[in-house]
């Protein structure tokens, strides 16, 4: 009896009724997204399912502590590196070629796997580790030394960056996420990051500026075709290409806007919006429970924030807040890009809004990630003196 006390103590109680909420929120919205006329497969109970191996992978996870995570960084990236690039030469037959790349390795029995969404949490576990490793062995700090520790990072998140890139911008743009947010709070002195910060606003600054008003300089030298640019044209002009790129767009915009204060209600949608259970489900959200039910479900992520942050401060275990900080720069970016791109903030990059939206890759890559907080919990150890011993 003894021993359940203690593990009862020592679970993250506050974080699991926060998965919960999400789960319910997730299935109600999904169960009403999915219609008889447009899906053959049973969404809502494919995304319990998922659920449910989701929540077998933050028991295995939580077996392991951060000591033996931090030994076996490597090999999970190194594993991660791996399928990305097996999806590349891999034959159509288990990597069907969708939307003009492969993203996804199709097993039966399984179904799809996309291997991005694993490898996001495999490259926040190695940052936090090479962190850790440089600030321990490099007590006494010089430009050198963070100029080292910058390069290290970057080489790391550019090899399966360029190995995503060609698959899945979206996913790409998260990974440029994580980096920057793990960059922020490696120590690295500003006489270093003002100018690599300055020149990637630049050269986005630049790449903006020819999309919109000289994409004939992109296409002449670049060979970019002029259709590549339509989710820009159609994100700043939804009503010039409804009938086209900015159909989804327009669409989430009428509904989102009918659903005024309180929303239509359960199941009570009349703005049709093609596979809104995926990357669209806030849509579905704001049409159906208003402004009151899209603000709970943005509080909800905000609750979550938190309590990864104070995650982050109360670990004794630098490895660990690291872990944190990657995972909290992963999901903002996520939720700030998915309500984003339904409410016009944003260009459409298809990514899903997290522990919401249906798809098994994306939310057994989040609940990996959710392990790792609930092992820190779980493992987390008081010492005297308020840290944990060298």
Not at 133 to 154: C, R
Not at 210 to 231: C, D, H, M, S
């Amino acid at each position: 009896m003894g021993k359940k006390q203690i593990v009862a103590e020592k679970f993250d109680w506050t974080l699991c009724f926060i998965l919960f909420l999400f789960f319910l929120i997730s299935c109600s919205a999904i169960y009403s997204a999915q219609t008889t006329e447009q899906y053959n497969e049973n969404y809502f109970l494919r995304q319990i399912l998922y659920y449910f191996i989701g929540s077998v992978i933050v028991a295995f996870v939580m077996l392991f502590d951060s000591y033996q995570y931090r030994k076996l960084s490597w090999y999970l990236y190194g594993f991660g590196i791996l399928l990305l690039a097996a999806l590349i030469v891999a034959p159509e037959s288990i990597a069907p070629i969708r939307n003009g790349a492969k993203s996804w390795f199709v097993l039966p029995g399984i179904g799809s796997i996309q291997p991005s969404e694993f490898m996001k949490v495999f490259l926040i576990i190695l940052l936090s580790k090479l962190i850790c490793d440089h600030q321990e062995k490099n007590t006494a700090k010089t430009i050198h030394t963070d100029f080292y520790l910058f390069l290290k990072l970057l080489v790391v998140t550019l090899v399966p960056l360029g190995l995503i890139v060609v698959q899945d911008l979206g996913t790409a743009l998260v990974i440029i996420a994580i980096f920057i947010g793990m960059l922020l709070v490696s120590g690295i002195t500003w006489k270093l990051m003002l100018p690599v910060f300055a020149l990637g606003t630049t050269f986005a600054g630049t790449i903006l500026y020819f999309v919109i008003w000289a994409p004939e300089i992109l296409e002449k030298y670049l060979g970019v075709e002029t259709y590549q640019f339509n989710r820009i044209y159609s994100w700043l002009d939804p009503e010039s290409f409804q009938s086209g790129a900015g159909y989804h767009l327009y669409k989430s915009l009428q509904a989102i806007g009918s659903g005024l204060l309180t929303g239509r209600g359960f199941g009570e949608r009349v703005v049709y919006i093609p596979e809104s259970h995926t990357d669209f489900i806030f849509s579905v959200i704001g049409e159906e429970y208003g402004f009151a039910g899209a603000s709970f479900v943005i509080g909800l992520f905000f609750i979550l924030i938190y309590h990864l942050t104070k995650t982050a401060l109360d670990t004794g275990d630098p490895f660990n807040s690291y872990i944190c900080v990657g995972i909290i720069s992963m999901i903002t970016f996520h939720v700030f890009q998915n309500v984003g791109m339904t409410i016009q903030i944003l260009p459409i990059t298809g990514i899903p809004l997290p522990f919401i939206s249906y798809g098994g890759s994306s939310l057994m890559g989040n609940m990996f990630a959710m392990g790792l907080i609930f092992s820190m919990r779980y493992h987390h150890k008081t010492y005297m003196f308020g840290s944990e011993p060298k």
